[in-house]
């Protein structure tokens, strides 16, 4: 939601910006030319790339380049940084546009959402600085009207009209770009005359996200009318879904940085008493703006900069990330794991070289710390890996159930053992400065369905928008403290 927030944000300062660069609309507009399409275009910083040189090159102002990438320093540029760049224009036919007058409670994203067209194009075509312009009695220009489609009823998400229709979600979203607002109607191709419902079994379906940054996690609740059971089938994998109860079905998607941004599909398989039923959805995987790391170790740790000892690690964690516990120990929002102020020394997801010795990417969040600092559970969980590794140093991984695992590397002493049930707010370990790590930190680890994604989405409830989990009770067991990994294949 808050990811959300930012890419509304993001696209009103484009707005703006487009806006403000035209202040002679009508000549545009008579000459036929304005941004139909607002994605943003990318630009990939290439080694030898400065800021003036991508200016020149993509004719976007240098000015305008800092501002919608946030840079302050013109020579702050990274090799492989996502830059965001102006839309480019595309030529649209105004011929067949005609004159309306606004009538009382005709908004400018209604009258858009009819046509098939950006409330933001509409808005440029007519001159108009705000969404909030239009007067009644104004006279505007509009295209002509979409034919074949309806309003779904107020307050049914794009995704629900799409499944309810049985139109490909694609669609409605096309002919709704802008978010709906709660109580707005969605448009929809296509009118059915049938009783709108969804698949059977499905009684409702909800979706964390229509789209998610690669590095975020997706989820899907289902409720189905009789007891049923799931799996999900997404970029060449099959996962189980998570039964809160017998009706009640959770999908967690897990995306990774390393995955191409672009448009994907996940099938849900559906299987109740004697029937089965297959679902499919759009995964929407956006690029983000990941950076770049360099880390220039000691010499002292130069042993370490071998991708034989760093992979023969990476790989070796692979059975604690195949766990999967059908049953869920964490509630929403989860705890940071310390109580000190958070400070992020590196990020989650930028591309990162060992003094040029091996490329990686950073697959958790990295805090400033100080040996000594305690570190909490951030939710209940189990205990399954407490090691001294190579490349991690001292390490632990926490297993909370349906698929959601913590790691903590890097730490001066640890406190639980493998196999230990621990509750939110349990110290675990102390921070320090153990494995390959050039400064007392945590390294925040965090795996969905075995994928490492980013952990900060999940310390805020909001960030899984309509999706809704109950509260968990405690953990009532008291798993036996021993040395054998349950259930962990060797
Ligand atoms: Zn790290």
Redesign the pocket.
């Known amino acids: 939601m808050q990811h959300k927030a930012r890419l509304i944000t993001r696209s009103i300062f484009v707005i703006i910006f487009i806006i403000s660069i035209v202040p002679s609309s009508p000549t545009l507009a008579s000459s036929g030319v304005f941004p139909e399409d607002l994605t943003l275009r990318e630009y990939i910083a290439k080694p030898g790339d400065t800021l003036f040189s991508i200016s020149c090159a993509t004719g976007e102002k240098l000015s305008m380049l800092l501002w919608r990438n946030g840079i302050s320093n013109p020579t702050e540029l990274r090799p492989g940084q996502n830059l965001h760049l102006a839309p480019a224009p595309v030529a649209v036919d105004l011929s067949n546009w005609t004159v309306h007058d606004v009538a009382l409670g005709e908004e400018l994203s209604s009258l858009a959402r009819r046509r098939n067209i950006t409330w933001e194009s509409l808005a440029q075509a007519n001159g108009l600085l705000s969404p909030r312009a239009l007067k009644v009695g104004q006279t505007i220009k509009l295209p002509g009207e979409v034919p074949s489609t309806t309003y779904a009823t107020a307050g049914v998400t794009p995704l629900v009209s799409a499944l309810r229709h049985d139109v490909p979600l694609w669609e409605v979203l096309r002919l709704n770009p802008n978010p709906v607002y709660r109580g707005a109607g969605v448009l929809i191709p296509y009118a059915t005359e049938s009783e709108p419902s969804l698949p059977y079994p499905l009684k409702a379906l909800e979706i964390s996200a229509e789209s998610v940054v690669r590095g975020q996690t997706l989820v899907l609740g289902l409720e189905t009318g009789v007891p049923a059971e799931c799996t999900v089938s997404y970029l060449g994998k099959t996962e189980p879904c998570y039964n809160e109860d017998e009706t009640h079905l959770y999908v967690m998607i897990g995306t990774s940085p390393l995955e191409a941004a672009g448009e994907y599909e996940m099938t849900v398989h559906l299987e109740y008493g004697e029937g089965q039923t297959d679902i499919t959805l759009p995964l929407l995987l956006e690029a983000g703006a990941y950076g770049r790391q360099w880390i220039n170790p000691p010499a002292s740790l130069s042993l370490l900069l071998n991708p034989d000892v760093y992979f023969g690690e990476l790989n070796s964690l692979d059975p604690y990330r195949a766990l999967r516990t059908p049953r869920r120990y964490w509630s929403l929002p989860l705890d940071l794991p310390f109580k000190i102020r958070p400070s992020i020394s ?1 990020g989650f997801g930028d591309s990162r070289s060992y003094a040029g010795m091996f490329e990686t990417f ?1 697959s ?1 969040i ?1 805090f400033r710390a100080w040996t000594g600092v305690p570190i909490y559970a951030p939710a209940d969980g189990i205990v399954v890996m407490t090691d001294t590794l190579q490349v991690r140093g001292n390490a632990v991984i926490l297993d909370h159930g349906w698929g959601l695992m913590t790691g903590y ?1 890097h730490l001066s002493k640890i406190v639980v053992e493998e196999g230990q049930a621990v509750q939110r707010g349990e110290i675990i370990a102390y921070a320090g400065n153990t494995g390959l790590s050039t400064g007392a930190h945590l ?1 925040w680890e965090m795996w969905v369905n075995g994928v490492s994604v980013n952990g900060l989405q999940w310390i805020d409830e909001a960030c899984f928008g309509e999706v809704v989990f109950e509260p968990t009770e405690e953990i009532l067991i008291t798993a036996p403290r021993s040395k054998t990994v349950i259930g962990l294949a060797e």
Request: aromatic share 16%; glycine share 16%.
């Open positions: 590196a950073h958790g990295d590397w390294h």
